[in-house]
């Protein structure tokens, strides 16, 4: 029977994992190390910049540790949205890291990049031929707003990575890729079942979350023709039928069927069966092709801003923080409006946390809080217009009054000064699909070859 066994250390690439779970899973011979370094979870700065979300140092050592393991077993490395954001530059920032570590370590391997940003133009000739379409819920697209993209990148399905592995790729950096795809691409290319390939790989996407320990990390993927099993590597985690059947829900509308370029994998029958030892096998997963598409995800400035946090602990305000924060915004209003500031060129937020900021909806009655953390963001077209109305805040978030005929309150700036600029900011521009009759029309693919020994 065909068979694959994938590693999965990291939800994503420099979150870490414990020396323990990773060498026990390596004890278990995978065929193939897997990894997303990537996300549109953190917003839509890091593709308008084109940078990346976390540390260079907790990415080389997560990498290194899956270089040296992979050199050892002689199994390749395949590694999805490099940089975070998965812009050609963040591919070659992966590859310039993996060239540090394989010179520090005298090993030499095949690296195949796969680059899928895109450019305006070609976005454009493709929404002119009528082959782009927008997700819920999404507008549909025009010129004007593929012009505001500063970065566009197209999604990867696992047929890159397949090409590259059959080409003797011994890692594969790619550009913005489906999470899964980055784990099914082994056990598809092994003949395994393509709907216990997809379904295994949504399952384990973010390594251990789908286990009774997350924060432990690391997860073992077997799949094979029938079906596939989960596994964790560490000690104190194990894998139910219920925490892996749950991560079908995680970033996922449907919770009985998963889109991926080319098919859609239906749960709806799916047998989820506890095994000993902490394991789980998912059997009768179905799946159907589809036209293949790729998801295109834009991002593009809109405007600068500046923050104010000040703390809050008067009994008054606590008691109705949104009256307060009602004649308090109606207050700065009618001053910046004598000021003369155009409306129409800022807006502004008052979030109060520790009452309803997080989810902006009604409090239970009668709760009062201890304390609230009052933050203000100013969104203008540049920074110093941002700025300026920040400060014309400032008096009125340190001393705006309670109630009438009270005395004048002191609230608390954790900072001096008080205003933090945040600088350009950015948002989502497309969240669409492209149709496409080839998986590789739109992706280039590069193989560099990197010597960290005399042969």
């Known amino acids: 029977m065909n068979k694959c066994k994938v590693f999965v250390p990291y939800g994503g690439l420099g979150m870490g ?27 839509p700065y890091y593709l308008g910049n084109g940078t990346c979300k976390y540390a260079r140092e907790a990415i080389k050592t997560d ?18 949205s490099c940089g975070t954001c998965g812009v050609d530059d963040g591919v070659d920032f ?9 010179l520090e370590e005298g090993i030499s391997v095949k690296v195949a990049k796969i680059y899928s940003e895109l450019s305006r133009e070609t976005v454009y000739e493709k929404l002119v031929s009528g082959k782009i379409k927008p997700l819920e819920p999404a507008w ?23 090409k590259a592995l059959e080409e003797g790729a011994d890692i594969v950096l790619a550009g913005r890729t489906t999470d899964t795809a980055v784990l099914a691409c082994m056990p598809l290319l092994k003949g395994c079942s393509p709907a216990a390939a997809w379904h295994g790989a949504k399952v384990c996407e973010c390594s251990g979350t789908c286990t009774t320990s997350p924060q432990s990390g690391g997860i073992i993927l077997t799949v094979d023709e029938n079906g596939f099993e989960v596994e964790s590597p560490a000690e104190d985690s194990s894998c139910t039928t219920f925490t892996v059947s749950a991560h079908l829900l995680y970033e996922n509308a449907d919770p009985l069927h998963l889109v991926e370029p080319g098919v859609v994998v239906d749960v709806s029958e799916a047998d989820y069966i506890q095994l000993p030892d902490g394991r789980v096998r998912v059997e009768n997963t179905r799946i159907r092709k589809t036209p293949y ?18 703390g809050i602990r008067n009994r008054i305000v ?36 520790g009452y309803n900021a997080v989810y902006g909806g009604d409090v239970p009655k009668g709760y009062i809080p201890n304390e609230l953390g009052l933050l203000l963001t100013v969104t203008a077209d540049n920074q110093e217009t941002a700025t300026r109305i920040a400060k014309v805040f400032n008096p009125i978030l340190l001393h705006f009054e309670v109630a009438k005929n009270t005395p004048k309150p002191s609230f608390a700036f954790p900072f001096s000064p008080a205003e933090v600029e945040k600088g350009k900011i950015y948002e989502f521009r497309l969240n669409h699909v492209v149709e496409l009759d080839d998986p590789f029309e739109l992706i280039r693919m590069e193989y560099v070859t990197i010597c960290g020994k005399e042969e």
């Open 17 to 43: 994992i414990s020396d323990e779970s990773f060498h026990r899973a390596i004890a278990m011979k995978p065929d193939i190390i897997a990894t997303d370094a990537g996300s549109t979870d953190s917003g």
């Open 63 to 80: 990498t290194k540790r899956m270089i040296v393991a992979a050199h050892e077993l002689h199994i390749p490395i395949t590694i999805g």
């Open 94 to 102: 992966m590859e310039e890291i993996c060239r540090e570590i394989c």
């Open 140 to 162: 549909e697209l025009d010129k004007e707003t593929i012009s505001k993209c500063s970065h566009i990148v197209g999604v990867l399905g696992a047929e890159p990575f397949m």
């Open 293 to 310: 598409t790729m998801k295109l995800e834009g991002s593009g400035p809109s405007g600068y801003q500046t923050m104010t946090l000040v």
């Open 318 to 353: 606590l008691e109705d923080p949104v009256g307060w924060l009602a004649k308090l915004s109606a207050h700065a209003d009618r001053k910046l409006e004598a000021l003369g500031y155009d409306p129409d060129t800022y807006s502004y937020s008052l979030r109060p946390y």
